[in-house]
């Protein structure tokens, strides 16, 4: 149980979730049309999901696929235009504008002329692919053209790509399966429910005795196990299904998103703790049981729906906190977390059935059951306020800054340090007569981990738990309670009254950015050193692990603060543009743009062709980038040296 919360704990605190950008393979071939007239022919494989740009798109949209063929020596010559297929003609859900694209396979095809004895030909074709709701940066992949008629293939592989794979790519497959461990474990924590628990020796001894030999009672119990996992696994599939992947990554920033969704995790937890139970209607379980009867699979299935609605009471609470954290990041997060949920319910009926000895290994039903409902309740609650932080840090309200996020979390943590001491009983507790070993244990690590916070109060940077609370400069003290600090270094103003203007230093380590993209460049072009935009988010928890684990490392901390002006632009600004500013939207022709986050999201859109945060751009004075932007990099050595190279290149 001890090892279980420890897990659960630590692994919700680097829970993350980005999306990867497959890679388009292209092929070449040819075809002979005369002894010196050939169709040089490229075939483009494109990612399930995904769509390729046609060679004509308007003005604003995506970047277009071309084709440049090198005939520097004049060894061929080129007959007309690259023709292509006809492809699709839709609007564009990302850049909102009539857009032809191909989807699965494209073929586009060059007639030329040999004027030489050449045998081979280059090209290099630029590109960008798209699914519903990102994009990946423009890419070029060089191809070469065997005249003898042998295909060659490449891959898409430019720096840019792999810049975007690996801040992407490995990131998606570790929030994955970090849904996957936490629903997992969550999944054995409903297992040790008041309502889970004590149905496995029922159950597994129904299918023993039920079944008219012990690999008859084997099959029934896995195909048991099966229909649990299908049940829970299409839960998360209608979530998917009914609001779409799009609607949910983009719901994160969603101020009414996270405030329903706090409300929600809220109820959840003062169910948990005991104040009453969430029950689906009785008249459910009666009508799906009389089914269970019928035998066969279709008996089982009902069986298995029958536990999933009798035991909804506790199971309820924590599946619908994995469908409100999952479906805040989208895609395909809130099926895997059932998948994973449904795995670890489902496993034990089956191993218990497959092994009825060791049923007799299990400890008694008791007191202790509703001791896990209780503690999970404590971190439900705590966990919703997360979401409250979210909804408060898009608005900007600063109702729930640093500090009191923190001494809520420590008051949530240490009455749940008391109740596990004794100290502190509830309406379904069991008298109890003594701690045990491993309630003492987990008592201990709770009351170690409130002490841990305690710190945060006074401008403690608190890395474990980085992606929870609000930044450190979003508090009433930025740099500790009762501490005004003098602003010192050659990268900073002297004063906070001699900063320039629409400048601010950003706390704890009085790094100089800006808001206002125009007041930032001005003032770079002024002090003639090179920008950094930093596109994040309030509600962005990768880019909170950046600002907090990987900027303040000391070869990187120096040049944010010496060798570039940041410019930080936050996409999920809520607050309104001054009426001067607002302007048409160029992708949604028709709309205004009446806030700020809205003017720096479609800047980063129409120009990067990205929307994700956080997204970094290192830029000369003509806004002409200095190397390819780079995502969410965890790795110091890796940003560092992105920032050094860019930095080279500037000063050439």
Known sequence: MKRFLTSLLLLISFFSFSQMIPEVKWKTSVEKLSDTEYNLITTAVIPSGFHLYSQAVPDGGPIPTSFIYDD?????????????????????????????????????????????????????????????????????????????????????ESSVGAEVKSASGKESKKGLWAIFFIAFLSGFAALLTPCVFPMIPMTVSFFTKQSKTKAAGIKNAIIYGICIIVIYVLLGTAVTAIFGADALNALATNVWFNIIFFLLLVIFAVSFLGAFEIMLPNSWANKVDSQADRGGLIGIFFMALALAIVSFSCTGPIVGTLLVEAASKGGLAPIIGMLGFSLAIALPFALFAAFPGWLNSLPRSGGWLNTVKVVLGFLELAL?????????????????????????????????????????????????????????????????????????????????????????????SPYGVGYSKVVSGSGSANAHSDLPDGAHLLAPHDILAFNDYDKGLAYAKKVGKPVMIDFTGWA?????????????????????????????????????????EVVESQLKPGKKL?????????????????????????????????????????????????LKKGISNFSK
């Open 540 to 580: 962005c928890v990768n880019c909170r692990k950046m600002e907090q684990n990987v900027w303040p490392k000391e070869g990187i901390l120096n040049i944010l603060k010496n060798d570039v002006v940041l410019i930080s632009l936050y996409v999920d600004d809520k607050r309104k543009l001054q009426d001067d």
């Open 72 to 156: 520097a020596n004049g060894a061929f010559k080129i007959i007309g235009n690259t023709t292509e297929e006809e492809g699709h003609t839709v609007n564009d859900p990302v850049f909102e504008m009539e857009i032809k694209y191909f989807e699965n396979k494209a073929v586009f095809k060059q007639q030329v002329e040999i004027l030489g004895d050449k045998t081979t030909l280059d090209a290099i074709v630029e590109f960008m692919i798209c699914d519903d709701e990102r994009c990946s940066p423009p890419t070029e992949v060089d191809l070469v053209f065997e005249l003898s008629g042998k295909a060659k293939a490449s891959v898409a």
């Open 384 to 476: 919703a306020f997360k979401f409250l932080s979210q909804a408060d840090l898009v608005l900007q309200a600063h109702i729930l800054e640093r500090e009191v996020f923190i001494a809520i979390w420590i008051a949530i943590f240490g009455a749940l340090a008391f109740y596990l001491f004794g100290k502190i009983q509830l309406p379904h507790d069991s008298p109890l007569t003594h701690i045990s070993v491993g309630r003492l244990g987990l008592g201990l690590f709770v009351l170690a981990f409130t002490i841990y916070m305690i710190p945060g109060l006074w401008g403690a940077p608190l890395n474990l738990i980085s992606a929870f609370p609000p930044p450190l400069e979003y508090s009433e």
């Open 594 to 642: 009446k806030y700020i986050g809205q003017k720096w999201s479609e800047l980063q859109t129409i120009r990067y062709k990205a929307n994700s945060q956080p997204f970094y751009v290192l830029m000369d004075h003509e806004e002409n980038n200095l190397i390819d932007p780079v995502a969410y990099t965890p790795n110091a050595d890796d940003y560092h040296a992105w």
